[in-house]
């Protein structure tokens, strides 16, 4: 008697095959889901390692305590936070060089300093290469400045959308001067916020239907000068929860800690920033699509060992990165350079990396559920600097750095160690001194 329940091998064979032929559909349904991402790049000036993300994942006793960055932390908490971040210069239009082109700043030729610096168009950047596969590019604010031409690595301002403002780049000198004016201090942050959203939308309607996107938001607020006591007045950070939380070689009183505090509500303001793009994205649906990368372009300006210093408080940056809120909430220790970002980038677009470049893609970092080390070859990285300021130095000289930090160890060569590092000095004269009103406000970095 046929037992009518139980199938042929004939059955079971095609069975099989449309089982395989059905999660080859799904799996390559989700890769090309996944193949070609938005990118939302937000990238702030003069950004440090400082994050809330980071006082639970260095422990407690440092400033991340103090600091408030709920949407860089959920980024990170939806995503990966990265301990070990680091930009290839201490100074912006170099790592902007180096981070665009996924080469070492020194390779950039006049892109490697700040002042007088030149894009050559020889050399590859992500942004174009994207442009060139179909993606929809655009940026607000500073992306590759000062240098000429003015972001030439994105297209020399064809793809800028700043038609509702650049306030944003002094946050707290306007919010302060419109309160002065009447305005509450939310509404005029408030003010402020729409002009963010206002570019951001510009760029999104400009977009073709289903074409993937590449925006770059990289407002200057971070950087000096910021308005004295903005921290505590506009953000409700009290200098004096720094208090026994500052790093051993800056000074433990109030009038540091008031400065580092108003650094702080400028970070602030970025992530407020930071939270409307990525509620704007949720509601369009969009956002689990979009590969969100949160960092700096370098340590903290007018502070002993940050901007343009080798040592961790001048390179260490922030980092979180989130791509469809998968394998979230991981912690990695594997140190990353910013010029890996470009590698990482056309990687997730499914396009070739070029040669020249000396990045290396983190993707499969991302694609990972491991925390901690993800990949041991990822111990080390190189940093170097050559100048800041043109005229900081007779003949525009630089000061050529290079460094090599690894889990363990800092090694800085200084190859003209006879120079002065931050410029040749000068009033050292008691007759032309500058007083000591103009010293306190001379703290544009």
């Known amino acids: ?184 201090i939310e509404m005029a942050k408030e003010v402020l916020y729409d002009e963010v959203m206002g570019n951001f939308n510009d760029f999104l309607e400009d977009r073709p239907e289903d074409q993937p996107f590449c925006y770059w938001f990289g407002p200057t607020l971070v950087h000096r000068k910021w308005i004295k006591g903005s921290g505590k007045e506009l953000w409700g950070i009290d200098p004096d929860k720094l208090k026994g939380k500052m790093p051993a070689f800056l000074p433990d009183v109030h009038e540091v800690r008031q400065d580092m505090a108003d650094y702080f509500g400028e970070i602030q303001a970025f992530d407020a920033a930071l939270g409307l793009m990525l509620e704007q994205l949720e509601e369009m649906g969009e956002l689990d699509n979009t590969l969100v990368v949160v960092s700096g372009d370098h340590g903290a300006p007018g502070f002993p060992n940050g901007k343009c210093s080798l040592y961790d408080f001048g390179v260490g940056v922030p980092l979180a990165v989130r791509w469809g809120g998968q394998n979230e909430g991981r912690v990695v220790e594997d140190f990353i350079n910013l010029m890996d970002l470009a590698p990482t980038f056309l990687e997730a677009a499914h396009e070739p990396i070029p040669e020249v470049m000396t990045g290396r893609s983190f993707v499969s970092i991302l694609e990972s559920n491991q925390s901690g080390w993800v990949n041991p070859e990822r111990n080390w990285v190189i940093t170097g600097r050559e100048r800041h300021v043109a005229k900081a130095r007779k003949g525009q000289i630089p000061y050529p750095q290079r460094a090599l930090r690894t889990s363990s160890y800092l090694y800085i060569i200084n190859f003209k160690p006879e120079r002065w590092p931050m410029g040749d000095p000068f009033h050292l004269d008691f007759e032309q001194r500058p007083s000591l009103d103009k010293i306190i406000n001379n703290t544009f970095v």
Not at 154 to 180: D, E, I, L, P
Request: aromatic residues 12%.
């Open 1 to 184: 008697m046929l037992n009518h329940h139980k199938p042929s091998l004939r059955v079971l064979h095609v069975a099989s095959v449309l089982s395989v032929l059905l999660i080859c559909c799904v799996s390559g349904d989700a890769a090309e889901s996944r193949k070609r991402p938005n990118i939302l790049f937000a990238f702030a000036d003069d950004w440090g390692r400082y994050a809330s993300a980071y006082a639970d994942a260095d422990g407690p006793g440092t400033m991340n305590d103090v600091i408030h960055t709920p949407h860089f932390d959920r980024v990170a908490g939806e995503g990966v936070l990265f301990k070990n971040a680091f930009v290839t210069a201490p100074s912006c239009t170099p790592c902007r060089s180096s981070l665009l082109s996924g080469q070492y700043f020194f390779r950039t030729g006049l892109g490697a300093i700040l002042q007088g610096a030149r894009w050559d168009s020889n050399i590859p950047s992500y942004p174009l290469i994207l442009k060139k596969a179909g993606y929809h590019i655009g940026e607000t604010y500073k992306v590759w400045t000062p240098g000429s031409p003015v972001d030439a690595p994105y297209g020399a301002g064809k793809f800028g959308y700043q038609g509702a403002g650049t306030k944003f780049n002094q946050f707290s000198q306007n919010v302060t001067k419109m309160v002065s004016n009447g305005k509450s």
